[in-house]
């Protein structure tokens, strides 16, 4: 490290100089954004929220202050790694997150009629927020060596672990975890070839779930009934996030002036974003909308000309998961879909889904750093 | 920031060495490596993969630009899908049990309160008796033992208390003590008491309803929270009670009941019963929740003629000159038929009316004929109970077997009883211009009113008028008149049957009236059950002395508010609206014009 002008000289060849001189400090810099942002609504939305429910003001701002760091380490821990490392952490990762799942279904704690959370000291788990990064990074090294090597049947794995993951889904029951999960794993798929028709069979199954989990899951059908005939039963929530967006206009109420909160019971974490539309205006959700949008295509752009199949997969994987995370939350607060109970990554109060995410996107940052090579790992 | 995106596009010419250097040697090695099936294959994914990639990045652009739209719609635009979602949900309205009950202009009769119910489980309580203790300090006015007996019974769930006040909640609430909670309830009231009671009815505790139109729509006003609407105008509705009690309080009579009809639609607009009750509180007194008006069945008396005269005229049996032979009383099996006011002479018809004759009415009713009589008095609604829409609805007494002595006494109003209502319907059939429509206590809109059955001709409804005119004017009704409202009628005086005998002091005193007699708008009958005579009235308790000044005040306090204008000339047009030109010799013309009303 070059004291004189702190900064990493470019002769620097220690692993954090190097990892300074070959990290995207774009998708970083968007990443850093975010974080700020977040701890910003959280400081606006959550002590309403605490107070609500008789917590002290800044019960959820002292967690998140404590879920930030760790985040931002994870983060720059993980990008130090290797891209084999990064593959390493995916798969063991993978397994500690199934066998955790398994745990939950036993011993976990249920909330709102689904069992999806584990009790460690300290704090409460979610151990598929975790499954889902490490999952992609897992399928594309399957699909990737499928079609490296002859004989490697990566396709059938990929397709059994994917078999797998949605069962213990939806034994929680998770079925919007489900529809993300699933969502990613075929978009990997597509992007590793998958032949037209199966694309479209895909597609066709895909819908088909969907109706299903409307017939299956009473939960999922009442929320769809509502967003499609709000006369049927209670929106309070979706109502009052349109008035917010509605009240804050172009520049926003101001910092701390919005009512939003007040009467939302998931304002610091699922409607977030009308929080964000109302107290700070248009121009910030735009921005908000901006950054991810940015990180999800820089994201591809980066690994666009890469050489190594996996590298693409797994990138392309993470990117598309972060995306369709932010994607159904926005629409959600936006009237644009039923509400699905999804955070906003690094906005949304939330221990687990915040580390999770950090986990993801440091594997991006890793995986999207400059490398020299054949396309092979090295 | 976006363009960004694209600068690894241009990396070739970045002035960045490492980047440079890894453009030049993947090119090398591209060009130097040898293309054996796996690298081929690998090459053909890592292409398909790349213009995937730029599929999938191509909708994700997309769906963040849809994202982006519409934030800007719901933020700037304030889409009216947002404002109307939002008005929605707000509007959204509050849970409200059963319906209202309100008169005919919208004023409320019934309504339901929120209130809460305390109630005590008492597995919950620990120590029955403290908790007693405290309880009766909060709400002084239950019995300490048997809240006590409550909290130590086995029961799941006891009821200590209804219809709390906010107060009482409170103050319960303060005492926080486990094991008693809230439930929510609603309280039935009625603003005003008892002046509708015995149509509106009541509620018993659990909201059932159990007497009136509470009960009779009690399906209807449990499942609509809109309002009931009644034929009833609560302005007349009082005007009527405190008129009628007064005169029931003059003449110590043991009850009475009025009503006033609308003869153009059926509509009781008026409908009181005394002695009534309160139905905002608790009741025992069977005597009080009789409904005179509907349950009643009177021999009416005189009022009775009006029928009898009609179908006589109408069947051509006699006309306004026919005379009768009253001189003396007719003596008939056990029996004789006498008059009250006896003249001793020969009477016309409209003599007969305007001085009560019973002899006169017994012949005239031979004239008609049993089957004839009987027709009309069916077609009048005298001899079916009154389609009214409440639960007490009594049917009529009529003669059977039917004989030409009950023919003879039913023409002057005896040996046949029938309620209050039937004889308010019947007789308004009659000034109407001969239309008869069912009596109804709802509202009728225009829409609603039925056709109605002509049961008499408009010219025999009109002569009908005019010899009612002349009871006010020359006859037993003068007391009647209300001045400028021209007020006809005819006076009813029964003796009561009392287990098989009348009874010469137990008089029912009743006035049938409707004005303003050239066109009526409304008929008013009022019944007076046993009053006595006083001084005022010379020791007289008969209907025109009785009943007969009710109504002449009745009419002087609703004429103005129904809009009807006084006029001081005794008939619009020209000698009674073409009375008969043949004035027979009682007949006389009063000025009154420049008549003061009392």
New interface residues.
């Given amino acids: 490290m070059n004291m004189k002008n702190y900064s990493f000289a470019r002769t620097d060849t220690s692993a954090v100089g190097r990892w300074w ?2 990290v995207d400090h ?1 998708t970083l810099g968007a990443l850093a954004f975010l974080i700020a942002i977040g701890v910003l609504l959280t400081l606006s939305a959550s002590p309403a929220v605490a107070q609500r429910i008789g917590a002290q003001s800044f019960h959820f701002v002292y967690r998140q202050f404590v879920f930030v760091p760790l985040a931002v380490l994870i983060i720059v821990g993980i990008s130090l790694q290797s891209p084999k490392t990064v593959r390493r952490i995916g798969a063991v990762g993978f397994l500690i997150g199934v066998v955790l799942m398994m745990a939950t279904l036993v011993v976990g704690v249920e909330v709102k009629g689904a069992t999806r959370w584990i009790n460690v000291p300290g704090l409460s788990l979610q151990p598929s927020e975790f499954i889902k990064p490490t999952f992609a990074v897992v399928t594309a090294w399957m699909f ?1 060596e499928a ?4 004989h490697f049947p990566g396709d059938l794995i990929a397709v059994g672990l994917f078999g797998m993951v949605i069962g213990l889904l939806l034994l929680q029951p998770d079925v919007g975890m489900s529809l993300v999960v699933s969502a990613v794993w075929c ?1 990997q798929f ?4 998958l032949s037209l028709f199966w694309v479209l069979l895909l597609v066709v199954i895909g819908l088909g779930s969907l109706v299903g989990a409307y017939f299956i899951f009473p939960h999922v059908a009442s929320r769809v009934d509502r967003f499609l005939d ?2 049927t039963g209670d ?2 929530q ?3 996030a ?2 917010a ?2 009240h ?3 520049l926003g109420t101001g910092p701390g002036e919005g009512r939003v909160k007040e009467v939302l019971p998931d304002a610091h974490t699922d409607f977030i974003f009308a929080v964000a ?1 109302e107290e700070f ?2 121009i910030l ?2 921005f908000i ?2 950054l ?3 990180i ?3 994201g ?6 890469d ?1 190594n ?1 996996f590298i ?2 797994a990138v ?1 994987g993470l990117s ?1 998961q972060f ?1 369709l995370q932010a ?1 159904i939350n ?2 959600s607060s ?3 879909m039923p509400t699905k109970g999804m955070t906003l990554p690094f906005i949304s109060y939330g221990g687990s889904s915040m580390l999770a995410r950090a986990v993801g996107m440091g594997m991006l940052l890793a995986l999207t750093r ?6 092979e790992l090295g | 920031m976006f363009t960004a995106l694209f600068r690894r596009h241009a990396l070739i010419h970045d002035k960045d060495g490492d980047v440079a250097a890894t453009q030049s040697y993947q090119g090398g090695d591209y060009q130097g490596g040898t293309f054996h099936g796996v690298e081929s294959a690998r090459r053909r994914s890592l292409e398909v993969g790349r213009t995937r990639l730029l599929v999938t990045g191509g909708m994700f652009m997309l769906a963040f630009s849809i994202i982006s739209a519409r934030l800007v719609e719901v933020s700037i635009f304030k889409s009216s899908e947002a404002l109307r979602h939002a008005r929605s949900t707000e509007a959204a309205p509050l849970h409200v049990g059963r319906g209202d009950i309100v008169d005919r202009n919208g004023v409320v009769l019934a309504t339901s309160l929120p209130t809460v119910n305390l109630y005590a489980e008492p597995q919950d309580i620990q120590d029955p008796a403290e908790v007693a203790k405290r309880v009766v300090s909060a709400l002084p006015d239950l019995p300490y033992a048997e809240v006590e007996a409550k909290l130590a019974s086995e029961r799941s769930f006891v009821y200590l208390k209804r219809n709390l006040t906010p107060n009482q909640e409170y103050s319960i609430n303060h005492l926080g003590i486990p094991g008693l909670s809230f439930e929510k309830g609603e309280r039935r009231v009625y603003p005003h008491g008892p002046l509708a009671a015995h149509i509106v009815g009541m509620t018993d505790i659990d909201h059932h309803g159990v007497a009136g139109i509470e009960k009779k729509f009690d399906a209807r006003l449990r499942s609509s929270s809109a309002p009931l609407a009644l034929s009833i105008d609560i302005r007349i509705q009082n005007a009527m009670r405190e008129e009628l009690a007064k005169s029931i309080e003059d003449f110590q009579a043991l009850g009475g009941t009025g009503l006033v009809m609308d003869v153009h639609t059926g509509e009781l607009v008026a409908m009181v019963s005394l002695p009534d009750f309160n139905p905002n509180g608790t009741l025992t007194d069977q005597n009080a929740m009789f409904d005179r008006a509907t349950l009643g069945v009177y021999e009416m008396g005189s009022t009775f003629k009006l029928f009898t005269a009609a179908a006589a005229l109408d069947l051509g049996v006699a006309n306004v000159e026919s005379r009768y032979d009253a001189t003396n009383p007719i003596q008939i099996a056990n029996f004789s038929i006498r008059d009250y006011h006896a003249l001793k002479r020969w009477l016309t018809v409209p003599e007969i009316l305007i001085h009560s004759s019973n002899i006169g009415a017994a012949k005239m009713g031979l004239d008609v004929g049993t089957k004839n009589l009987r027709e009309y008095l069916g077609k009048f609604g005298l001899l079916s109970p009154a389609s009214l829409e409440l639960p007490e609805v009594a049917s009529p007494l009529v003669p059977n077997p039917w004989r030409e002595i009950n023919t003879m006494t039913v023409a002057f109003g005896h040996g046949m009883a029938v309620t209050p209502v039937q004889m308010i319907t019947g007789v308004s059939a009659i000034v109407n211009g001969g239309t008869f429509r069912p009596a109804t206590v709802l509202k009728r809109e225009e829409s609603a009113i039925p056709a109605g059955e002509r049961v008499i001709s408009a010219e025999t409804a009109k002569k009908i008028r005019w010899m009612m005119r002349l009871v006010v004017e020359d006859g037993t009704g003068a007391k009647a008149e209300a001045p400028g409202y021209l007020v006809g009628g005819k006076t009813g005086t029964a003796e009561k049957n009392v287990s098989g005998h009348y009874v010469r002091k137990a008089l029912l005193s009743s006035f049938m009236a409707a004005f303003p007699i050239a066109n009526p708008k409304y008929t008013v009958l009022v019944i007076m059950d046993e009053p006595q005579g006083n001084k005022s009235t010379f020791g007289y308790a008969t209907g025109g002395w009785t009943a007969a000044p009710v109504v002449s005040r009745v009419v002087a306090r609703i004429a103005p508010m129904v809009g009807i204008a006084p006029i001081y000339d005794h008939w619009p047009g020209k000698g009674y609206g073409g009375a008969p030109e043949v004035v027979p010799a009682v007949a006389r013309t009063t000025d009154l014009s420049g008549g003061e009303s009392e």
């Fill in positions: 001189w070959t774009w990737s079609r490296a090597k002859d978009t597509f992007l590793a070839g709000p006369s929106t309070y979706i109502a009052k349109m008035q967006f509605s804050g206009g172009l539309g205006g248009l959700c735009l909308v901006g991810f949008a940015f999800v295509l820089r591809f752009v980066r690994v666009m000309g050489e199949l693409l997969l392309g598309v995306g994607l926005m629409a936006l009237r644009l400059r490398r020299t090579g054949t396309g």
